[in-house]
T-cell receptor, first 114, second 114 residues
Framework: ETGVTQTPRHLVMGMTNKKSLKCEQH?????MYWYKQSAKKPLELMFV???????ENNSVPSRFSPECPNSSHLFLHLHTLQPEDSALYLC?????????????FGEGSWLTVV | GESVGLHLPTLSVQEGDNSIINCAYS??????FIWYKQESGKGPQFIID?????DKRQGQRVTVLLNKTVKHLSLQIAATQPGDSAVYFC?????????????FGKGTMLLVSP
């Protein structure tokens, strides 16, 4: 139990589908993140939300749309994805203020685009 | 550009040996470093961290060493066990506008044979 819960753990979707990934953190944190992990690549930061405000969009294509309704929940809405978007999508959270705030990850959602 | 990287992609050790995983960073302004362990099919798990005002920090069977002169970080695992087999990431932490952003290296696969 990491304190960060992601659902679904596995998702297969067609390129014309619309789906969403959900993340919930039980750590009382104020910042939440989406990372993408592909084979043979470092973890890539996608989005950051700090106190529900999006503070970073790391040049992510618009077919990925994040939503943060409150500090405990984060969504990643997916539409018209490409096969190269298949990857492990990791949600994470941390305290928002100051340096040296450890980021805690969920178990990830494995996405396969067919 | 600024980056965090790992020297060895794969490290194979015998059970009971000590393991050393290395990491180089290039951002001299970074002041907080974290080691994560990622087992197959799971999200990264926090292992140990160190701040730039320290040279060494010890945990349970793990020690992190920081050499700021040569911008080098290492993770030492004592009496390595098969359960230690995983990918290990170092991450560099710097703050921007009050929130934390991590930059990850590519990771080192640790293989422990009985």
């Amino acid at each position: 139990e990491t304190g960060v819960t992601q659902t679904p753990r596995h998702l297969v979707m067609g390129m014309t589908n619309k789906k969403s990934l959900k993340c919930e953190q039980h750590l009382g944190h104020n910042a939440m993140y989406w990372y993408k992990q592909s084979a043979k690549k470092p973890l890539e930061l996608m989005f950051v939300y700090n106190f529900k405000e999006q503070t970073e969009n790391n040049s992510v294509p618009s077919r990925f749309s994040p939503e943060c309704p409150n500090s405990s929940h984060l969504f990643l809405h997916l539409h018209t994805l490409q096969p190269e978007d298949s990857a492990l999508y990791l949600c994470a959270s941390s305290q928002a203020q100051g340096r040296g705030n450890t980021i805690y990850f969920g178990e990830g959602s494995w996405l396969t685009v067919v | 550009g600024e980056s965090v990287g790992l020297h060895l992609p794969t490290l194979s050790v015998q059970e009971g040996d000590n393991s050393i995983i290395n990491c180089a960073y290039s951002n001299s302004a970074s002041d907080y470093f974290i080691w994560y362990k990622q087992e197959s099919g799971k999200g990264p798990q926090f292992i140990i961290d160190i701040r730039s005002n320290m040279d060494k920090r010890q945990g349970q069977r793990v020690t992190v060493l920081l050499n700021k002169t040569v911008k080098h970080l290492s993770l030492q695992i004592a009496a390595t066990q098969p359960g230690d087999s995983a990918v290990y990431f170092c991450a560099e932490n710097f703050s921007n506008s009050g929130y934390s952003t991590l930059t990850f290296g590519k990771g080192t696969m640790l293989l422990v044979s009985p």
